[in-house]
């Protein structure tokens, strides 16, 4: 480990960061054809009334897998008809009968049907259930179909459902825009509640409660130094004031306000992090969360002495902030969004730090890599001396879901898109998106096995992961546009037997928010899977968000996957998230906790907001969709490579942390960090890290690259550009612009 040396409270030089510190393939897609967009306005609507309990009849069938009698030619299969996308269709060969039909994965309990026919249509057609694909029944029959747009009205349960047509209306064959199923989902079974009680580890107070301190105090005690222990915690605060309190969040800990807005739920006192169990080094402080709170801290600075993983949102501090270890020791990388700072934020020893829609009334300091978008009184940029990055709005933003108590009742606020953001969400009137009861999530507690969780999501409910840790025997599947699955406390799911532990079909508006997934001891091909392969959907208007949703191979255990997080949709957003092959803990080695790949995007338009990601064995992330963009970037190379030989990647000599693929045209990245500490062995090279076509549209802004006291080395920042990093010091080279 390199010496710590002295701290003193200004702004040090660059420390090194110490030895053990941490840190589904398919080719390149594609053409989509151009789609009319439908304008949305979910974005901007106010706050409004809880829907009853009853799940209403969701879409059931967009994105489903269709199949038909035939298709008139290439571009107009039957996915087409199943796709959301107005501007594309099915259509037959020119003769009768032909039919379509769509799987829903589960038997469901059916409303109507909608069709949409182009001027091809059916003057004579059925629809037609069926709950095995084999044996079917008539649900409605027509001999004089009127084409256009028909809204009709089915019943029945069933899996499959299929228009089957007997006579055409033109000389040409059937062509539908839209075919679309509506329904309840779970018809299979009986029904889950939901709502309910949030389990024993979800500790809530009102400013009445007796004991909240020494509650605190008990739990911190069990999770201040449990990094790969299976506590999981959330502290959630009813509206009001709380005087006098310290909260100390360890590992797995989650404290969080329960209003609407920050300042709903104040504490006069501190939220704490700090590294006293680690000997003041706070590189490992992981694994935990404030949110929606205002502090008013008790000398007029908060600590958050924090590394990856940690998350600070919706916050109003009432003072300074620090984000140093007493002593001023290592710390390493954290994330501040949709939050305002009074006073000053206090970087101190802090290497690097992305903040996001936000307010600070000052900034201190910066060692290696400060980011800053939409962000009111941020510094301007400066990079590499001071090593600031600001962009004045963030491009696309949308908030993490959050709970909140209101009317005697638990509810879930999912926030409105934003664009071109800047400042908080929350500033001023009334907060902007919609609000879901409780009534409408399964709540699941510890022992609820993942075919539970997808019975309730098939009934039309959105998850609620309370604390704790579940093994997967299945991958949970997300099929249903706009559906939230939201955990407390670090709620972590670990897939047993080589799954995948969370599928996200291509459907609009899917919100992931707030949970971890540990890698099981049998390789999962992927961990995290955004889409299908061939996704090709417009989701502009509704993207699909991931927001501190963390991945980890190893660490707890061995674990083991090919690829972490795979994201084939369009327009998806990713805002924070830590991807970790751990290099410390249980089941660590080169091949023991092997994982080649930590982030590869397919989809085209996808945003990453505060983008960790490190140790993979190959690529850390590789990108090969169109106008993909990152806004801060952090980076360790795999510490544990054994030998030259095991990082050679082609003629290249080392795997790039970053790799954009040469089919790409467009591609832009801002403030992007990669580091290296090869322990066991030192004389390992790596030619860059960064590696991208040299093409007019990809641009990258404000690089570098640093060894870690001298263990390997970066002949160039990105392809074959940006000065070699030398000898033990551990000071950066920078590119500020590329090409």
């Known amino acids: 480990m390199p010496p710590a040396g002295t701290r003193v409270p200004t702004p040090p030089p660059p420390p ?115 709950g095995n694909g084999t044996d079917w029944t008539t649900a409605h029959s027509t001999a004089n179909g009127p084409g256009g747009d028909e809204s009709l009205p089915v019943t029945g349960t ?27 989902p779970g018809g299979d079974g009986p029904a889950l509640p939901g709502g309910g009680d949030l389990g024993p580890n979800v500790h809530v107070f009102d400013p009445g409660t007796p004991g909240i301190q020494a509650e605190l105090d008990q739990v911190f005690a069990q999770q201040e130094s449990a ?38 739920t104040t504490v006069n006192g501190d939220v704490t992090v700090d590294a006293g169990w680690f000997n003041g080094n706070a590189t490992q402080n992981f694994w935990r969360a404030a949110e929606n709170l205002a502090l008013a801290p008790a000398n007029g600075t908060d600590r958050w002495a924090v590394s990856q993983a940690a998350s600070f949102r919706r916050m109003h501090v009432k003072g300074n902030l620090n984000l140093a270890p007493s002593g001023y020791g290592w710390a390493s990388g954290g994330y501040i969004a949709d939050s305002r700072i009074d006073g000053t934020v206090q970087p101190y020893s802090q290497q690097q730090w992305y903040t996001r829609d936000s307010a600070v009334g000052g900034w201190l300091n910066g060692v290696w890599n400060m980011a800053f978008s939409g962000v009111e009184g941020a510094p301007a940029t400066g990079f590499p001396n001071p090593p600031y990055t600001t962009l004045d709005t963030t491009p696309v933003s949308r908030e993490k879901p959050f709970l909140y108590w209101e009317g005697g009742e638990y509810k879930v606020f999912a926030p409105a898109k934003r664009v071109n953001a800047r400042g908080t969400s929350w500033a001023s009137g009334t907060p902007q998106g919609r609000s879901v009861p409780l009534s409408r999530f399964y709540v699941v507690r510890p022992g609820t096995t993942a075919a539970t969780m997808n019975a309730a999501l098939r009934q039309g409910l959105h998850l609620l992961l309370t604390p704790g840790v579940y093994h997967l025997d299945r991958p949970v599947q997300i099929d249903r546009a706009d559906t939230i699955v939201l955990g407390l406390g670090l709620a972590t799911l670990v897939p047993d037997n080589g799954v995948t532990a969370m599928r996200v079909a291509d459907v609009d ?41 963390y991945l980890r191979v190893g660490g707890a255990g061995p674990g083991k996957a090919t690829v972490a997080m795979a994201v084939h ?9 830590w991807v970790w092959r ?46 993909g963009r ?72 404000d690089l570098l690259v640093v060894s870690l006291g001298g263990n390997g080395q970066y002949e160039h920042v990105i392809n074959g550009v940006g000065a070699p990093t030398s000898g033990t010091a551990t000071v950066p080279s920078t590119v500020v612009s590329y090409p």
């Open 630 to 701: 990152t806004i801060f970037f952090q980076n360790e190379k795999a510490y544990d490579a054994p030998n030259q030989a095991a990082v050679q990647d082609g003629p290249y000599k080392g795997y790039a942390a970053y790799r954009v693929d040469d089919s790409v045209n467009t591609h832009e990245g801002w403030a992007l960090g990669s580091y290296c500490y090869y322990n066991v062995d030192p004389t390992i090279r790596q030619d860059h890290g960064f590696r991208a076509p040299v093409k007019p549209g990809v641009r990258f802004h």
């Open 227 to 264: 990094q790969f222990g299976s506590g999981r915690h959330a502290f959630l605060l009813k509206p009001g004031t709380y005087d006098g309190l310290n909260a100390q969040i360890g590992f797995y800990t989650q404290i969080a306000g329960l209003g609407l807005r920050p300042d709903d």
């Open 509 to 549: 508006g899917v919100r992931l928010a707030g949970f971890l997934v540990d890698a099981g001891p049998v390789n999962s091909p992927v961990l995290l899977e955004i889409g299908a392969p061939d996704s090709a959907a417009d989701h502009a208007a509704n993207p699909t968000t991931v927001q501190d949703v």
């Open 158 to 184: 069933a899996r499959y459902v299929r228009v089957s047509g007997t006579a055409r209306a033109t000389g040409y064959g059937y062509s539908l825009w839209e075919f679309q199923v509506y329904g309840t």
């Open 569 to 577: 949709s369009d327009d998806v957003i990713v805002d924070h998230t």
């Open 16 to 130: 090194p960061r110490p030895g053990p510190a941490p840190a589904a393939l398919r080719p390149p897609r594609r053409v989509t054809a151009a789609a009319l967009v439908t304008a949305l306005l979910a974005g901007l609507l106010a706050l409004v009334a809880a829907p009853p309990a009853a799940a209403a009849p969701v879409l059931l069938s967009q994105g489903r897998p269709a199949t038909a009698s035939s298709q008139e030619n290439g571009g107009t299969p039957a996915s087409a008809a199943v796709d959301g996308d107005p501007g594309t269709r099915w259509s037959s060969a020119f003769a009768d009968p032909q039919w379509i039909q769509v799987d829903l994965g589960a038997p469901a309990v059916l409303s109507r049907v909608d069709l949409r026919w182009e001027t091809a249509y059916g003057k004579a057609y059925r629809v037609e259930l069926s």
């Open 582 to 627: 751990a290099d410390h803990g249980e089941g660590v080695g080169w091949e023991t906790n092997r994982a080649d790949y930590g982030v590869r995007v397919y989809g085209d338009d996808v945003l990453a907001t505060g983008l960790f990601v490190e140790h993979f064995n190959k690529y850390d992330v590789e990108w090969f969709g169109e106008r």
